[in-house]
């Protein structure tokens, strides 16, 4: 399939659904294909509402596009996996999906009671009826019955080509009932993996494509994944969740030329039927909205580990496996819980703040120095730009927004929400005498990420009563970049981290000479450093990410 191409920028403009009267509404990032979107505000009852996100594009005056990903997959009644959990999963990402339909499963939280494969010719009529009218940009393969409905794909997708195609080879279900024989394998091989942009194996589906290989350790799924590498696809995903030898949820991404270790925290729940299923359709989700693979990727394993999260108590059937909640909802009962856990704490671990004094003063504009942060390490960045008017303040913003997410990192504006949501950032940072943070939550909602800057355990605490993610903790050493700053020193950010339920990220005056003493404070909580000016106060922003970067990966394996 083809390549993204990123210089494609489609003009686009504004629009509003018939029943939405917007208060103010906000473009955001009308660069890269299908990223361009439009949040609308609906003043009523004396509240603000942020209406579902449109994601609209206009090629021409007359035909709006929407991200669309076609699934190929099988329906299971019980909804849990496969065509269900793939439009749930691309409406939860706010993409269009249209589907066609390979099998048709009776089953439920048990186990698979039957299954009847629709005729090779009518898969053939479904895609054809799809692919040659409806723009399609992705194309997401599940359950594929047999080695005929695998050459039927084939066929119609050299017909109808699309910008790409990801291939979970569906083997075997969550309750071990087999979902297509070994008879598939050739066909994967020799028919959808050379034209795959990437194909996610579990670890039982990795063995059978390998011939039966036992894979048991982290470094027998690196060794997997460079082999089917060399069947054809571009890129390919090892996932580890049944690799029992590991704490964490650990899968290999491999491209070809670099191996990527993805670890997130293992949920313990029973309700898992349908994660490779959903993780495959946000793989094509972020795809069509114009993410890169790899930030793809990230994007769908964060995404699949908080709907597990949020949903591992929900009690749906009387089986061994049960589904869970794409849409984050279900769960009301305990505090914060309807909040969904998109923030990861280890974003915190190197965080760069913007200054745009430090930009004017070496010459490079603000998009410059974010890239060149992210790109020598930067693990979260935020926009803290003081003196900017408004307007230019917002179209940097907009330019950053679109940096971040191609990379995978998450942007956070200081102090001013109004810019947050019109350029649609991961979140802001609050200070004391900003707005608070429990407005903050109302405004931004739910989805965003909330950082405080707190010097003491008690304003730590009201941080996390008010619904932050996180809190800043400074200035550990003196600084020049605020002015009247109060130091707490390294006992003032222990007593904090000490006492927080929330990730700590310390600052103020910290860069290459201190940041190993700050990390070796030796507190859970604290998740890293935030740097200004050891970043943006210097020449090369990329040398000295890069340097406080490999300082801080030498730190915390010490530490561990
Ligand atoms: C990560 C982080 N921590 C603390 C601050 C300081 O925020 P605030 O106290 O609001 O001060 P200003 O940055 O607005 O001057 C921060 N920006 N980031
Ligand atoms: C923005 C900010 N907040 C602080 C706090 O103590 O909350 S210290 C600070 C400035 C940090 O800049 P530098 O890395 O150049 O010292
Ligand atoms: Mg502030």
Known sequence: MGHYD????????????????????TQVSSKGFGQSRVLGYLFANSTIHQVPCIVAMQEDNTKLRIPHVLTVAGSDSGAGAGIQADLKACAARGVYCSTVITAVTAQNTIGVQGVNMVPEDFVAEQLKSVLSDMNVDIVKTGM????????????????????????????????????????????????LFPMADIVTPNLKEASALLGGVQLETVD???????????????????????????????????????FYELRSPRVRTRNTHG???????????????????????????????????????????????????????????VHNSCRPQVFDPSDLFLYAVTDSGMNKKWGRSITDAVK???????????LREKEAETRDFLESAKACVEICRAYGVPLLINDRIDIALACDA??????????????????????????VSCKTPEQAHQAWVDGADYIGCGGVYSTNTKANNITVGLEGLKAVCLSSKLPVVAIGGIGVSNARAVMEIGV???????????????????NETRKLHALLKETTSSVK
């Open 6 to 25: 990123r210089s494609q920028i489609l003009p686009s403009s504004l629009f509003f659904p018939k029943n939405c009267s917007p208060l103010s509404a």
């Open 426 to 451: 991961d979140g802001v940072h609050v200070g004391q005498s900003d707005t608070p943070a429990s407005i903050a939550r109302t405004l931004l909602g739910p989805e965003k990420i909330i950082g």
């Open 144 to 191: 594929l019955p047999s080695i005929g409905i695998v050459k039927v794909l084939h066929h119609c997708l050299k017909q109808f080509p699309v910008r790409a195609l990801v291939v979970d080879p569906v083997m075997v279900s969550t309750s071990g009932d087999v979902l297509a024989g070994p008879s598939i394998l050739a066909g994967f091989r020799e028919d």
């Open 372 to 382: 060149a942060a992210i790109e020598g390490g930067a693990t979260i960045v935020q």
């Open 275 to 333: 994660t490779g299923c959903t993780l495959a359709s946000c793989i094509a989700a972020e795809l069509a909205k114009g993410s890169l693979m790899l930030s793809a990727v990230k994007v769908a394993k964060r995404y699949v580990g908080s709907a597990l999260d949020y949903s591992k108590d929900i009690a749906i059937g009387n089986g061994l496996q049960g589904p869970f909640d794409h849409l984050l909802k279900l769960k009301s009962n």
């Open 220 to 258: 027998d799924m690196r060794s997997a994944a460079k082999s089917i590498h060399d069947m054809g696809p571009r890129n390919v995903l090892v996932k580890g969740g049944d690799l029992a030898s590991s704490l964490d949820a650990v899968d290999i991404f491999f491209d070809g030329d670099n």
């Open 524 to 542: 859970a909580a604290l998740k890293g450093v935030a740097v200004v000016s050891a970043f943006f106060d210097r020449e090369s922003v990329l």
